[in-house]
């Protein structure tokens, strides 16, 4: 018969492992996101060519902080319109 203390710590045991793991996975993916993010920063940063007017883009967030910023894509995209001009192809 199995005592109930064993079968105690066996689940805490499973538990533990599971959190172990996903804290790792949670963790690598972050570092990677983190990494990602930067150095995409860093590239279109030194890449952005200064004749051309427009908000510096950020990599994988996109306008994403202008938009909340500015409370919604109409405020954000009327801000660029005052500060950069009319967009045209």
Do not use: C
Not at 16 to 38: C, D, E, M, P, R
Not at 44 to 53: C, E, H, M
Not at 79 to 87: E, L, T
Request: proline share 7%; charged share 10%; hydrophobic share 45%.
């Amino acid at each position: 018969m199995v005592a109930w203390s064993q079968i105690s710590t066996y689940a805490v045991d499973i538990v533990s492992g599971v959190n172990t793991q996903l804290s790792v996975h949670v963790s690598t993916i972050a570092l990677a996101t983190v990494s990602a993010v930067l150095t995409g920063y860093l590239l279109t940063r030194s890449s952005k060519s200064s004749d051309l007017p427009g908000p510096i883009p950020i990599p994988v967030l996109g306008s994403i902080p202008g938009i909340v910023w500015h409370g919604g894509i109409e405020p954000y995209m009327d801000a660029m319109r005052a500060k950069y001009g009319d967009v045209s192809t």
